[in-house]
């Protein structure tokens, strides 16, 4: 006989998973830590921009010593320059941009070289002179780009007596013009126009037009007549040299236009400026790109602060609060104004 032992009994044995109520809660839960760690990611993201910023503005402030060093002057743009050259016909009487005047002193060499320096940057009988120096000018330059200006690399909006670059298909000047997000500072200088020029008038405002004439508070001008480091009286420390806007809010602003590379403190730091064109007979409706008088201003994309090349090589954050006296103060190179450090 055999003996056999009676089976186990068998039991129902159930796989037990994630409920539904569960599983809202572990995707609720993911959701939080993504929504805290976004602003982290894009903070620190922002911090690299800013400093890539920061370095494309001291490559600057190198570039202008070594060029002070070479010339005994800081560079200067020349658009109407001289009489004759503000009554010639046409686009003929384009100049050139401090900037083409900095480029083989920021490694730029090539593009400087193929410049034609003895016509103008763009315009000429037929846009001779724009087919002339079309490959230069429409090159895009790195380190006169902002990685946090959100403006295009190419401008994308026709700009009035900016455009550079030729169209050799039609035999047409393009009106076009390669970003640029870094101005020399013509001072506290604004244009005596106050039907366009939304902002009160401090008791030393400058209404001479940016400067003309060689009347200029800073240290350019786009009228030719040059600035020393000896004319720097109230300290290379406190007085700006350069600084950062965005270059979609002026139709004028492109680095190879001499009457687009500078820009003074008349205009209220980080004043914001539409893109659409808008009535400018309106004091509400003034601040749109196409108004020139308000576009040459300084304004940045970083958060609460706009940075500044200073006189001495220095690159400083100047938080968008700053005193309106105060601001105007820095931007000047010589009218004596007592500053602290504490009050920027």
């Known amino acids: 006989m055999f003996w056999h032992s009676p089976r186990p009994p068998r039991r129902n044995t ?167 997000s870094y101005y020399g500072c013509f001072g506290d200088n604004h244009p005596d126009d106050n039907t366009y020029f939304p902002f009160p008038n401090l008791p030393f405002s400058r209404e001479n037009g940016f400067g003309e004439g060689n009347t200029h508070t800073g240290i350019m001008n786009r009228s030719g007549g040059t600035t020393s480091l000896r004319d720097v009286t109230d300290g290379t420390s406190n007085t700006f040299a350069v600084g950062e806007s965005i270059a979609q809010t002026c139709r004028w602003f492109t680095w190879p236009n001499p009457n687009g590379t500078t820009a003074g403190t008349a205009t209220p730091i980080n004043t914001k400026v539409t893109l659409i064109k808008q009535s400018d007979q309106d004091s509400n409706n003034r601040l749109d790109h196409s108004n020139w008088r308000v576009g040459f201003g300084y304004r940045s994309a970083h958060p609460g602060i706009v940075q500044f090349l200073f006189c001495d090589g220095s690159v400083k954050s100047i938080k968008t609060s700053i005193s309106r006296v105060t601001y105007r103060a820095l931007s000047t190179r010589s009218e004596g104004e007592v500053l602290s450090a504490d009050s920027y």
């Open 14 to 180: 159930v796989v037990s998973g994630f409920t539904l109520i569960e599983l809202l809660v572990v995707i609720a839960i993911i959701a939080v830590l993504i929504g805290l760690l976004l602003p982290a990611v894009q903070a620190a993201r922002e911090a690299a921009r800013r400093a890539q910023c920061t370095n494309n503005l001291k490559q600057l402030g190198i570039a202008l010593h070594n060029y002070h060093d070479t010339m005994g002057a800081f560079p200067s743009s020349f658009w109407r320059a001289t009489p004759a050259y503000d009554q010639a016909p046409g686009g003929a009487r384009w100049g050139h941009s401090w900037i083409e005047m900095t480029l083989p002193f920021m490694e730029q060499v090539p593009v400087y070289n193929a410049i034609n320096f003895s016509v103008g940057v763009a315009g000429g009988p037929g846009g001779l002179h724009s087919a002339m120096n079309h490959t230069a000018v429409t090159t895009q330059i790195t380190t006169l780009m902002c990685p946090s200006d959100p403006s295009p690399n190419m401008s994308v909006t026709d700009r009035w007596d900016t455009g550079v670059g030729f169209n050799f298909a039609t035999n047409q000047q393009l009106a076009i013009g390669p970003k640029l």
